[in-house]
């Protein structure tokens, strides 16, 4: 009866460890999916703000370009005045 008793013990303490093994994958397992859920998370913030830093710099650019064409203006309508005033002295 002893030995019966052994070989069961054994076999408990097999399922055990087989139970303690297939816990320990299920943790790994949801561990990997929720590393892998907040990668994404990251992925996606990063991306939100590659677009939001993407948006300033094409306003910064628009706004440079519109300054430039204030500019630009500006210089013309002084060309003009001092053209007009060349033709006045001659």
């Known amino acids: 009866m002893s030995s019966y008793n052994s070989n069961g013990g054994n076999g408990a303490n097999d399922n055990n460890l087989a139970d303690i093994l297939q816990l320990i994958g299920q ?5 990997g999916d929720t590393l892998g859920f907040i990668g994404q998370a990251m992925a ?3 991306a939100k703000k590659d677009t939001i830093q993407a948006q300033k710099e094409k306003q910064q650019q628009e706004l440079q370009q519109q300054q430039m064409q204030q500019q630009l203006e500006q210089m013309q309508q002084q060309i003009k005045i001092l053209q007009e005033q060349i033709k006045k002295q001659v």
């Open 44 to 46: 996606f913030e990063q």
């Open 27 to 31: 943790w790994f397992n949801v561990t």
